[in-house]
DNA sequence: CTGGTATGAATGAATG
DNA sequence: CATTCATTCATACCAG
């Protein structure tokens, strides 16, 4: 009932459109807007702060759900739940079944993209890596803080190795704001014997 | 508990990174692997692959993904949960101020071909927006995260220009449902002033 | 409280 | 690479 005068807690963590909010993104919508670009994003984002906080994401995440959901009709209701007996339905595909098998054992994009782009000559390849990567901890749940500082995750001794090659190979370049770091491929220790690539490590004997 | 933690509906027919691959992953992310030859998806795959089904594919498809987000920095929020439900005790965004992050700093938008014809397909997002989240600073590593500007929310207000813009609008020629109308941007709630004319209205003058 | 539903957010999977 | 589509996960909220 309080459609009006936005919600009722404006509490914290996602956001929770005004009703004013909806109601701008939802005339651009039906205006055919659909796919906002960066600017229009900005503007209708700055245009909805005058009702309340909003950020660029929002909006975009607005259009892009909205649209989606459209798209679909919320006819896609799946897992109608009915989990009937728990005995039987065992299974429960209902199409994907087996699931990823079957998935067209496709090879690996190889045969495409890679074979134009970044399949060139391995020690050549650089890469740039701006500043940091938010690389958020991901999965934010427990972790048996198995502090592994250095990847003991590779059965073999891969990891670390990697990362020291990648620090080894990497150097600054333009030391702008970006501040990026150029990995070239090849050893600026040592100057030499480029490791074929960032060659996670040396394992490359065992499956070479 | 938890052991399976956030990924649940373990079905599906993507693939769904389990803790250990997104680390691995991220590791070699941050190692300054941005686009993994051919090779090296083979290899990480394989590796991976110790730590539940994988393909090379979905290794492909993550250093793309992650290397095209790391630019607009999709800001990821975790949960500042606390928004305890019923509580009704008048929360006031309840301590934690990362609910409202809102420090985005807009890289020139005009920096691509986006701003050029605006009768062209829609060039969207890009929001280039930069906040400052914990974890950048945590994972800043060279250099001592000099404060990142984090330009006020916006300079508020600059909508103004932002209805000189309309033309930017018009566009969307996208064959299908489009019914562009008129659409009014007044202010409902504050019934305010100007209505920051976003309005596209006119500019069916340019699609139709 | 509890479950269902609408929807914000995240991210895997493409496509050009 | 830049963008977009498709799914899925996580919440806010409301009904019962």
Redesign the pocket.
């Known amino acids: 009932?309080?459609a009006l005068s936005g919600?009722?807690?404006?509490?914290?963590?996602?956001?929770?459109?005004t009703a004013e909010q909806?109601k701008v993104l939802t005339e651009l919508f039906r205006a055919g807007l659909?796919?906002p670009?960066?600017e229009q994003i900005q503007r209708i984002s700055t245009h909805l702060s005058a009702f309340g906080k909003v950020?660029s994401?929002?909006v975009f995440?607005?259009f892009?759900?909205?649209?989606?959901?459209e798209?679909?009709h919320?006819k896609?209701?799946?897992r109608v739940?009915s989990c009937s007996p728990d005995s039987s339905s065992n299974e429960e595909e209902s199409g994907?079944a087996a699931a990823?098998p079957a998935d067209l054992v496709?090879q690996p994009?190889e045969s495409k993209?890679e074979a134009r782009?970044?399949n060139h000559h391995p020690r050549i390849m650089t890469?740039?890596v701006r500043e940091v990567t938010e690389q958020?901890e991901?999965t934010t749940w427990e972790r048996p803080t198995r502090e592994v500082e250095t990847l003991e995750l590779f059965p073999l001794k891969a990891a670390y190795d990697l990362e020291l090659e990648a620090d080894r190979f990497s150097r600054y370049v333009r030391g702008g704001e970006q501040q990026c770091r150029e990995i070239s491929f090849f050893d600026v220790a040592t100057g030499r014997d480029p490791p074929l690539e960032l060659r996670l490590c040396s394992f490359d004997r065992y499956l070479v």
Chains 1, 2 share one sequence.
Do not use: D, I
Request: charged share 35%; glycine share 6%.
């Open positions: 009932m309080e919600r009722v807690g404006v509490k914290c963590g996602r956001w929770n459109p909806v659909r796919t670009s960066t950020e994401r929002n995440y607005w892009q759900n909205h649209k989606a959901r798209r679909h919320h896609k209701r799946r739940a994907r990823e496709l994009p993209r782009g970044y890469c740039y958020e991901a």
